[in-house]
């Protein structure tokens, strides 16, 4: 346990000042930190707590009606031109980490630069979109990845079982 806070895994940013000091840390370019131990934490805490927050989000409002970005529609039209294909029900790893999907992700997701903020940030996915996050069911995906496949199971009505599930609706 941590001595300045008693928590199992602590990152060393305490209270206002640390949350302000963490969001620059995070903010700087990875080569500024090498492997630092204490920032895989904080953005493995980071990813967690945005997965956590949009599964509760999709859990208590019907999908189809969110709107992850203002760009949801160019994000939406610009992945199934793409990926006409992918099973976005059930993702296997290699949709996304196979060095062939690699060669259409990177394009896919450099048009985005600028116009998504952190756009290539890490963030959680899961694999199966009827499942919550688990070990088992999450793979690390960039951020616009993220977008395009839950807008895309949103829209398509595959986030449904999710909410239907967790709000008792039929």
């Not at 599964?55 to 709107?67: E, G, H, M, W």
Request: one cysteine or more; hydrophobic letters at 35%.
């Amino acid at each position: 346990d941590c001595s300045c806070c008693s928590n199992s895994v602590c990152v060393g940013f305490q209270g206002v000042e640390g949350a302000s000091a963490a969001a620059h840390a995070l903010s700087l370019p990875a080569d500024a930190y090498g492997n630092d131990p204490r920032l895989e934490v904080m953005w493995a805490m980071k990813a967690y707590n945005h997965a956590e927050v949009y599964f509760n989000l999709i859990s208590s409002v019907d999908p189809k009606f969110l709107k992850l970005t203002k760009l949801d529609d160019k994000i939406y039209s610009t992945f199934r031109e793409t990926f006409k294909e992918l099973d976005i029900k059930l993702l296997k790893a290699d949709d996304l980490k196979s060095d062939e999907a690699k060669e259409t992700w990177r394009p896919f997701c450099n048009q985005y630069e600028g116009l998504v903020e952190d756009f290539n940030y890490g963030t959680l996915l899961r694999l199966d979109c009827e499942k919550d996050y688990t070990e088992e069911n999450t793979i690390f995906a960039t951020r616009v990845q993220f977008f395009a496949i839950e807008i895309a199971r949103n829209r398509e009505g595959f986030n449904n079982a999710v909410y239907k599930a967790k709000s008792g609706k039929s």
